[in-house]
């Protein structure tokens, strides 16, 4: 027999839960931000409209399914089943975090705050939650699968994103390294930078988006669901041993950028989650490409 549908409650710890944790109390909690100005209230509001997101959409998981909870700290540990259906309640980067973790399953974005998120992943208020969780579950749901990006080290090791990867430097030093494009005329070129974004469509909404705009680049972007991806090497610097004549491009399907280290240390991680990054050493290879998997995200 094949199990019932699990519905996956994906959330993550809110501001106020933060500050109860650090301080111990409400009273301390609000002590802390009067003395710098601010209200605990306003806080403690986002906190409840939350929880009343989450309590809204658990009551309207069918009564035949099973259900369960994971906060994001614990993706990493988390086993996601065929089965499921992923239920992100929260703001549009808490479906980048779980998108990594998946293998095909649909993902129903909530909006746990209307008003205050963008809504490009989060697109449905949490009363629309009874009648998206069986249509998510059905074979003819509506969902836009949206590009991934990849990064593989020549030693096997493996990494997904939604939005965006970064390679580069921990902190603010400079990353060396040997930029080289796949299936194309010009030599490798050895730079110099604060390290090198490679995204997708989706990413194209944040981070890579301010680099485009900053640089007045002339590319086009990709769509969500294109599947390409746009790169942007940030503040390449010149001198006698290090160029600056690829600093940005797109990358069609198999196509691949790939970065040889000749720094110590440098890392890879995505985003924008950094406590789960790859560590590069020196004269090591990463590679970056579209991504084979794809996040199912129902309409």
């Known amino acids: 027999m094949s199990l019932a549908p699990?519905?996956?409650l994906v959330h993550r710890t809110t501001e106020y839960e933060e500050l109860l944790a650090r301080h111990g109390t409400h009273g301390q909690a609000a002590f802390f931000l009067s003395a710098r100005g601010r209200s605990v209230d306003a806080v403690r509001e986002r906190h409840e409209r939350t929880h009343r997101a989450l309590a809204e959409v658990a009551g309207a998981v069918p009564l035949t399914w099973r259900q369960t909870r994971v906060e994001r700290?614990?993706?990493?540990?988390?086993?996601?089943?065929?089965?499921?259906?992923?239920?992100?309640?929260?703001?549009?980067?808490?479906?980048?975090?779980?998108?990594?973790?998946?293998?095909?399953q649909p993902v129903i974005g909530i909006d746990a705050d209307p008003g205050r998120n963008p809504g490009v992943l989060v697109r449905h208020r949490a009363d629309r939650a009874r009648r998206l969780l069986?249509?998510?579950?059905?074979?003819?749901?509506?969902?836009?699968?949206?590009?991934?990006?990849?990064?593989?080290?020549?030693?096997?090791?493996?990494l997904l994103a939604l939005n965006e990867i970064y390679v580069g430097p921990r902190g603010h030093q400079t990353a060396r390294y040997t930029l080289?494009?796949?299936?194309?005329?010009?030599?490798?070129?050895?730079?110099?930078?604060?390290?090198?974004?490679?995204?997708?469509?989706?990413?194209?909404?944040?981070?890579?988006?301010s680099l485009w705009e900053q640089r007045s680049s002339a590319l086009a972007l990709p769509a969500p669901a294109d599947a390409r991806l746009?790169?942007?090497?940030?503040?390449?610097?010149?001198?006698?041993?290090?160029?600056?004549?690829?600093?940005?491009?797109?990358?069609?399907?198999?196509?691949?950028?790939?970065?040889?280290?000749?720094?110590?240390?440098?890392?890879a991680?995505?985003?924008?989650?950094?406590?789960?990054?790859?560590?590069?050493?020196?004269?090591?290879?990463?590679?970056?490409?579209?991504?084979?998997?794809?996040?199912?995200?129902?309409?």
């Open 73 to 104: 700290a614990d993706l990493d540990r988390f086993l996601f089943g065929p089965e499921d259906v992923v239920v992100v309640v929260g703001q549009d980067g808490l479906v980048a975090n779980a998108a990594k973790y998946l293998t095909g």
């Open 180 to 209: 080289d494009l796949d299936a194309t005329e010009p030599a490798p070129e050895a730079q110099a930078s604060s390290g090198v974004l490679v995204g997708t469509g989706t990413g194209a909404t944040g981070w890579l988006r």
């Open 6 to 8: 699990r519905a996956v």
């Open 269 to 299: 991680f995505g985003d924008g989650v950094e406590s789960d990054a790859l560590e590069l050493t020196w004269g090591q290879t990463v590679r970056l490409t579209v991504a084979g998997p794809r996040l199912r995200l129902v309409h």
């Open 230 to 267: 746009a790169w942007f090497v940030r503040e390449a610097w010149p001198s006698p041993a290090t160029g600056t004549s690829r600093v940005e491009g797109l990358l069609d399907p198999g196509q691949g950028l790939c970065l040889t280290v000749e720094s110590d240390r440098l890392v």
């Open 134 to 158: 069986p249509y998510a579950a059905g074979a003819g749901a509506a969902v836009d699968e949206l590009t991934m990006v990849e990064a593989v080290t020549d030693d096997a090791q493996r």
